[in-house]
């Protein structure tokens, strides 16, 4: 998928729209406006998304709803200002303008669709009598947006209320644990509906059994698809490769291949046999796990050759010629008091005469 919106970038990545959270504030600004001007003019509710009105030739609304407020007007939405700014900000920097804006559009979109698919169905179920105008709202689009912001930057710290710091990811875990309440909530009430004395609230409130139930599963829906664009988001940043099967299996494989050649290596290793205690102490260090340092006969300044199991010529005596082919029982180390490098076996290696450049 990453591959494809690379693809789709390099062709109109250049009609991106720069700084769209600029315009997202603006178009709350607006809603506000309108919202305080609403009780003499009444121009808020031509800005909502009501699929009847918009089947009526309202059209606008599929795009002005954008504007309506995510909570009422208070102190604190300064605050929330600062912090939706703070994030359309990051999130565009690190995703790039394109993917930003394909992000909140593609949010947009499957909120207006799935309320007009409500609208559709249930008006074909009902009639216009029974048809559900869904109230859709712009909160779980910035709730979406604050997600994406958590995943990408789990631990920045934020100030709640300006005073409070917390990390961002703390704050999406509780948004997503008052989401599943708020589901759970909605389910345990939709299995209670056939119980009467739930039905006679519903009745209180001038409402009937079915149309408590559709309101119910809508709320579910709503947020289901207002979310939509951030599980897509989710789904298609996580790197699947390290829980495929394949890997899976070549993880196992290793870690099994691991255990068995230490324990062969382990026990092929006899402590009083000459001929693998180099290669017991290459593994183990002399003596099984003590340290090199505590070998027995090893002079202050000697280079200590390392040894390499299989067909390979890599040790050879300076003085009788003997190698690690022909005698892999010897030893061999290098001599530090002789220019050059001159290796020699156990036999010549306190024996033999320095060698130097004079």
Same mark, same amino acid.
């Given at each position: ?47 909502? &998304? ?28 300064? =605050? ?61 689009? $910035?709730?979406?947006?604050? &997600? ?12 709640? =209320? ?48 079915? =149309? ?52 062969? $290596? ?74 050059? $490098? ?14 130097? $450049?004079?």
């Amino acid at each position: 998928m990453l591959r494809m919106l690379n693809k789709i970038e390099r062709k109109i990545g250049k009609y991106a729209i720069k700084n769209l959270i600029y315009y997202i504030l603006g178009g709350y600004v607006i809603g506000y406006i309108l919202l305080l001007t609403n009780t003499r003019l009444g121009w808020y509710q031509y800005i909502t &998304l009501e699929p009847a009105l918009v089947m009526k030739g309202q059209v606008w609304r599929l795009f002005t709803w954008i504007c309506t407020v995510p909570q009422s007007l208070s102190f604190f939405v300064i =605050f929330m200002f600062l912090l939706y700014f703070f994030i359309g900000r990051s999130l565009e920097q690190n995703m790039g303008a394109f993917k930003y804006n394909l992000y909140m559009f593609s949010g947009w979109f499957f909120t207006t669709l799935g309320a007009m698919i409500v609208y559709w169905i249930s008006y074909g179920i009902s009639g216009a009598s029974g048809a559900i105008s869904m109230n859709v709202s712009t909160y779980y689009l $910035n709730l979406a947006s604050f &997600l994406a912001f958590a995943v990408l930057f789990p631990d920045v710290r934020v100030y709640l =209320f300006g005073i409070l710091p917390i990390k961002v990811k703390w704050l999406a875990w509780i948004d997503v644990a008052y989401l599943a309440f708020t589901i759970i909530t909605s389910i345990i009430a939709l299995i209670g509906l056939p119980n009467q004395s739930v039905q006679q609230a519903i009745s209180a409130y001038g409402l009937t059994p079915s =149309f408590a139930k559709a309101a119910i599963i809508t709320d579910i829906f709503s947020i289901f698809i207002s979310l939509l664009n951030f599980i897509i988001f989710f789904v298609a940043t996580r790197n699947y490769k390290k829980i495929s099967p394949k890997e899976i299996k070549r993880k196992m494989e290793f870690r099994k291949n691991v255990r068995q050649g230490y324990t062969e $290596n382990r026990r092929g290793f006899d402590q009083n046999d000459p001929r693998t205690s180099s290669r017991r102490d290459s593994f183990f260090g002399y003596g099984g796990f003590e340290p090199k340092t505590n070998r027995p006969n090893q002079q202050e300044g000697q280079k200590q050759s390392t040894f390499s199991s299989g067909n390979m010529l890599i040790h050879r005596c300076s003085i009788c010629g003997r190698t690690n082919l022909t005698n892999p029982e010897l030893t061999f180390r290098y001599c530090s008091k002789c220019a050059g $490098n001159h290796e020699y076996c156990q036999d010549h290696l306190f024996t033999h005469v320095h060698v130097n $450049n004079e």
